[in-house]
């Protein structure tokens, strides 16, 4: 059978008190009403389309391509929008009427009650639920006896009896495509001047059509968020199914309450996220990471087995095995190689610290480019144990360097000097990783070096960290 969707989203919901149309308050990060396109998407339709009006083209932005749009100039009600659907429609044996309110919908219910209006042959089906409080709501008035459903009557209108039915309306309707467009036009004017789409329920029953409801189980995949209390309670919900996903997918939300993923976020298997810590945007977590406590991570990448501790991460990439924090703040543009790592108070902006780069307290890098700790020069032996000095310097000027730090020691050293190929000699006994243009070499260490370094060497004793940081002559 061939289905078309409308999606309403053309109201400005007056009771959000807000400047922004109601169905773009966002939920989880994303406009609400991206999720009912997507629940309706899921359904694979023939036809997709989303009646849009109060500030249409932040709407139409914020759902972008694959939906066909028609405006709706004036909010005359629900009724009047379906009816501005009518040619984008064309041909279909079902409409799936849902509003951009209802974002909390799940794709399987909206099957089930298309596949129970299609078996019953009915003209109108609604689906209703049984909410906690009904206030608010069009109420399921029902034929004593039979069940049958009689008509929908909205809050205003209803007598006391009628606010004490506690089956509503959830605003998601299935219609017979010929009997809809049929008698959309038949909707009367509400004394406040609207035409409610719900009044098609007592339409088709004065002529004798069968008109069915399907109840879904969890009321609160059909609350109308048209208020903000109502939008806490949609956001606690989203939350709650999107932790409940990751958690299934293998990742650990030690404190899921207080964990805060977006519906844009992807992260990988064994990852473990502490309390208190924010997930946004379109980041990417990798697999077995530890992030948190105290954590905001913005529209980020994150490689594998990363770690970032009670810091906030925007705009920046992550390599695997890097890591930042405590209380560091990767800012746009920041990129960490992979194994570096940014330690406490650090900032990073628009900077990139190569792999296995370490910097350290209190520090800042902006606008900048460090190079790797550590990049391992092919030096041929010129005999064995014995480096050839003029391949090495070659290679040194063939990068560009003019500087080399030398981990370990060894008696390069000294044959550098004995063969006047420094100007100078620096010992440091930090490894002072930082400064683009490096490379190092690891030697083994060979006795003679403590003779023949004497002279530069009477403040430092030569330890497993200790690095030579040489300044080669320009011609040797
Ligand atoms: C509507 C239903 C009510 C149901 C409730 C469920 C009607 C008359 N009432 O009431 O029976 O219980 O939803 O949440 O249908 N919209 C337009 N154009 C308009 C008016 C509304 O596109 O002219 C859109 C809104 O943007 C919204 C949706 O339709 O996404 C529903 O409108 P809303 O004003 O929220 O109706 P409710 O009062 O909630
Ligand atoms: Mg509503």
Redesign the pocket.
């Known amino acids: 059978m061939s289905l078309t969707t409308i999606v ?4 400005q ?1 007056v009771r959000m008190n807000s400047e922004l149309p ?2 773009m308050h966002p939920l989880a990060g994303r406009p609400m009403v991206r999720f009912a396109v997507d629940a309706a998407r899921a359904l694979e339709p023939d036809n997709l389309i989303l ?1 849009v ?1 109060y500030r249409a083209d932040l709407v139409r932005q914020a759902v972008g391509e694959g939906v066909a749009y028609v405006t ?1 100039e004036e ?4 009724g ?2 379906v009816q501005q659907a009518r040619t984008a429609s064309g041909q279909a044996d079902t409409v799936l009427v849902l ?4 974002p909390l919908i799940r794709p399987d219910s909206l099957r089930q009650v298309v596949s129970y209006h299609e078996d019953t042959g009915a003209a109108v089906t609604v689906l209703t639920s049984r909410p906690p409080d009904p206030t ?3 109420r399921i008035v029902r034929e004593p006896g039979t069940d049958a459903v009689l008509a ?1 009557v ?1 809050e205003n209108d209803a007598t006391p009896e009628q606010k004490a039915i506690d089956e ?4 998601i309707f299935c219609f017979r495509d010929d009997w809809l467009w049929r008698n959309l036009a038949e909707i009367p004017k509400s004394p406040a001047g ?1 035409y ?3 009044s098609l329920v007592a339409i088709a029953r004065a002529q004798g059509e069968l008109v069915t409801a399907w109840t879904v189980p969890d009321p609160l995949e ?1 609350i ?1 968020l ?1 208020q903000r209390v109502k939008l806490a309670l949609g956001e606690a919900e989203m939350r709650r199914r999107i932790n409940e996903r990751w958690m299934l997918e293998g990742v650990t939300l030690v404190h899921p309450e207080t964990t805060y993923v977006e519906a844009g976020v992807r992260i990988g298997a064994d990852t473990v996220i502490w309390p208190n810590t924010l997930l946004q945007g379109q980041t990417r977590i990798g697999r077995e990471c530890t992030i948190g406590p105290g954590t905001v991570i913005r529209d980020s990448t994150i490689g594998d087995g990363c770690r970032v501790e009670l810091s906030v991460v925007e705009q920046a990439i992550m390599e695997e095995g890097s890591d930042v924090g405590p209380f560091g703040h990767l800012r746009k543009g920041a990129h960490l190689g992979k194994g570096a790592h940014m330690g406490n108070f650090g900032e990073v902006k628009n900077a990139t610290l190569g792999p296995g780069a370490k910097m350290g307290h209190f520090s800042y890098l902006g606008d900048a480019t460090v190079g790797a700790s550590h990049e391992e020069l092919n030096v041929p032996w010129a005999a064995p144990g014995e480096l050839d000095l003029s391949a090495l310097l070659g290679l040194l000027r063939e990068r560009g360097l003019r500087r080399i730090l030398v981990e370990g020691g060894g008696l390069t050293v000294s044959r550098f000097l004995q063969q006047g190929l420094l100007d100078r000699l620096h010992v440091t006994v930090a490894p002072m990783l930082i400064g683009s243009g490096r490379a190092s070499l690891t030697l083994d260490p060979i006795a003679g070096l403590a003779d023949a370094l004497r002279p530069a060497w009477r403040r430092f004793t030569l330890g497993e960290d200790v690095l030579f940081d040489l300044d080669l002559r320009a011609e040797p």
């Open positions: 309403l989203a053309a109201g919901g109601k169905v009646v009006g709706q909010q005359l009600g629900t009047h929008a509003y951009g309110d209802t608010g709501y069009g929908i909205e509503v309306s959830s605003g609207e409610y789409l719900t059909v109308g048209d």
